[in-house]
């Protein structure tokens, strides 16, 4: 039986970072928990000081197939290459034609540019683009594939 799992990213602004990546892949900040109308009300219920409340923010696939993302404050920032990434895999895969799959690829760069991303290098496999390894607003690397 597999493990279910969930991924947490260190930040300096969990609400703001978790705007960008709901963006990049579709997510939506998952409801309160059952028994609570609002995130504030179950965080005051379990006596979190409200001056805490945006430490910390936290989306889901809206389907409830993928694994769920925590964004949460830290006083440091990153200093390092991430030692793991996200593959955003938007092209279809590498047996979806190259004709149809890099238009796809090129589309998500320009639009999670808008959205503050930076590009930082274009990889080629057998003489053409192949993917774009991109940096979220924080800095956090990620490929668009």
């Not at 034609?97 to 320009?110: D, G, H, I, M, S």
Request: hydrophobic letters at 40%.
């Amino acid at each position: 039986m597999a493990t279910n799992w969930s991924l947490t990213i260190d930040c300096a602004q969990p609400a703001k970072l978790a705007e960008f990546w709901a963006l990049a892949l579709g997510y939506v900040e998952p409801p309160p928990p059952t028994g609570y109308a609002t995130w504030e009300a179950w965080l005051a219920d379990c006596g979190v000081p409200e001056e805490e409340w945006d430490d910390g923010a936290y989306l889901a696939d809206p389907d409830g197939v993928g694994p769920s993302l925590s964004f949460l404050k830290v006083p440091e920032s990153k200093v390092a290459k991430n030692r793991l990434h996200l593959d955003l895999r938007v092209g279809g895969g590498r047996d979806i034609p190259w004709e149809t799959r890099w238009p796809r690829v090129l589309a998500t760069v320009e639009r999670l540019t808008a959205a503050g991303a930076t590009t930082l290098r274009e990889y080629e496999m057998n003489g053409r683009p192949d993917h774009v390894l991109m940096a979220d607003p924080e800095g956090h690397e990620f490929c668009v594939v």
